[in-house]
């Protein structure tokens, strides 16, 4: 009998295989199990990891396991396609998927591109309308700007003469109120001293019709008088003292010279 011959293009299991899918056979997990193969993450994840294993590897492990089941009764391609199917159910497996796998993320990093080129082509839509609006509104706004200058040219040219004018106005303004701010403190420094004059005339009027200083200039004028008399008095008493004493002093004087004559 003739073996089967094996195309690799009608293989499915070949073809599952290599292109990367998450398939794995039970059996060869149930020797690796029973083999004494201990994988201390795979244990904690309850996950067989197939990250690692090589698409050729894996196909060339797959193609010995094949060869061991008993094919030499068949015939042609049709019963080898019944075999496989017979032990294909035998042959999958799911896989979580494990999030440390290259291949996950670049399928997210894809379908992120996607999602970005997507948005970022909604958003230049949305901003080349937005820039063409705002350009359009400066557009309109800068007609508008010159047709206003054009129109307003000379009531802006009066408006800088006058404008020129009111500060000129403003600055003789400030002056005037700073003049007058001195006019104000020296015309309160005359007052004061006029005030200071008032009272002193006042008091002065007072003194003059008052007679009180008359009465004491008399008054004044009697002590004198009197301290006059008193000293008129001591003169004369000091003026007969003395004659009296000259008088005895010459009467002495006088026995004195009798006595010598008379001692001659």
């Known amino acids: 009998m003739k073996r089967p011959e094996c195309r690799k293009e009608d293989d499915p299991m070949v073809d599952l295989i290599e292109n990367d899918s998450e398939i794995i056979l039970e059996k060869v997990e149930e020797e690796q199990m029973a083999g004494g193969s201990d994988d201390s993450d795979d244990e904690r994840n309850g996950l067989f990891d197939l990250s690692f294993s090589d698409p050729a590897r894996s196909a060339a492990h797959t193609r010995k396991e094949t060869r061991e089941y008993k094919v030499d009764s068949l015939s042609d391609s049709e019963a080898w396609r019944l075999e496989l199917e017979r032990v294909l159910p035998q042959l999958k497996v799911v896989v979580k998927t494990d999030p440390r796998d290259w291949r996950a993320h670049l399928e997210q990093m894809r379908s992120l591109r996607t999602n970005i080129d997507t948005a970022t082509d909604e958003t230049d839509s949305q901003l080349a309308k937005l820039q063409s609006d705002i350009s359009y509104v400066m557009e309109k706004i800068e007609s508008r700007e010159k047709h206003l200058n054009n129109d307003l040219k000379d009531l802006i040219a009066q408006y800088k003469q006058i404008l020129i ?15 007058k701010t001195e006019h104000e403190h020296e015309l309160s420094k005359i007052t ?48 007969h003292s003395l004659n009296s004493e000259i008088v005895r002093q ?14 001659h």
């Open 165 to 179: 004018e009111h500060n000129q106005v403003t600055g003789h303004i400030r002056q005037a109120e700073q003049e």
């Open 192 to 239: 004061n001293e006029l005030e200071n004059v008032k009272i002193q005339m006042e008091q002065r009027g007072n003194s003059m019709t008052d007679g009180s200083p008359l009465i004491n200039i008399k008054k004044a004028i009697f002590r004198i008088k009197e301290e006059l008399c008193e000293m008129d008095i001591k003169i004369g008493v000091m003026e």
């Open 250 to 263: 010459g009467s002495q004087y006088a026995e004195l010279d009798s006595l010598v004559m008379a001692a």
